[in-house]
């Protein structure tokens, strides 16, 4: 399984315990004000899809009702009212694996500043835009949870409902879709009666760096943990991969 959707599933394991809900939550309204914004200041989810991906992750993290009207709110008045931009961030993390950050920030220089300084302090450097974004494809994600479902007859459904390619990913099922069908299958599947926890736009490595050292695998996770503790950072992505084993030995330590 590729670095995202491993890292997304270890996430998703560790639960938000670790990360603090008013930080989560900031987070996730910036999201939701970007939206709107880059949606033309559409504030209708039914009509603006990249926000009802954003509000459904908030609600699914149970973010009250009023932060998210707020957000919608500042993101109708505009960039000028927002005061947010959005940044990406390019670079190599431990072991040389290419790592992708999705920011959101009032700040740029403040930002920057930051990220560089995960990177520098952890084996990493930042590179030039366009120094590993061409080791990624931007795709829809689907999570959909197994339940009593097997993983041939969840390939079956999503392929009936234009995925792409699945993974298997313990009780969960990554489906991927292109940008644009990442609604229509969605919703299939929903219809389909298949549970749908989470869908959103990610990066997808084409290609991945395997990692065996259990040293080495710490490091990276400890790394990608690192970068999303930052206020401003709203996704990581990397091409790295582990073996289930090894996670597994992480995790029991």
């Known amino acids: 399984m590729s670095g995202h959707s491993k890292w997304a599933q270890i996430k998703r394991q560790k639960g938000v315990a670790d990360v603090k809900k008013g930080q989560m939550f900031t987070k996730l309204a910036k999201a939701i004000t970007i939206a709107v914004r880059d949606g033309g200041g559409i504030a209708d989810p039914n009509s603006n899809f ?6 459904d992750k908030a609600r699914a993290e149970n973010m ?3 932060n998210i009207e ?9 960039a000028d009212k927002s005061g947010f931009e959005e940044a990406l961030y390019e670079g190599f993390g431990p072991e ?3 790592v992708i950050v999705e920011a959101v920030t009032d700040n740029k220089q403040r930002t920057i500043t930051e990220v560089k300084n995960v990177f520098d302090k952890n084996g990493g450097a930042l590179a030039s835009q366009g120094a590993v974004s061409y080791l990624f494809a931007q795709k829809g994600q689907i999570i959909v949870h197994k339940d009593n479902k ?16 699945i993974e298997d990913a313990g009780q969960d099922i990554f489906v991927y879709t292109k ?7 969605k919703d299939s599947l929903t219809e389909k009666g298949l549970r749908v926890d989470e869908a959103e736009l990610i990066r997808k490595p084409l290609n991945t760096v395997q990692i065996i050292d ?6 990276i996770l400890s790394f990608m943990d690192k970068l999303e ?3 401003d950072v709203q996704k990581v992505y990397s091409n790295f991969d582990i073996s289930y084993n090894l996670l597994s030995e992480l995790k029991t330590a």
């Open 96 to 98: 040389g694996v290419a």
């Open 179 to 185: 940008i644009q069908d990442l609604k229509r299958v």
């Open 229 to 231: 503790g930052l206020d």
């Open 214 to 219: 259990r040293a080495k695998a710490e490091k």
């Open 70 to 78: 707020r957000a919608i709110e500042k993101g109708s008045g505009g």
């Open 150 to 165: 097997s993983y041939d007859d969840i390939f079956m459904l999503a392929a009936d409902s234009g995925a792409e390619d």
């Open 64 to 66: 009250p009702k009023e």
């Open 50 to 55: 990249k926000l009802r991906l954003s509000i």
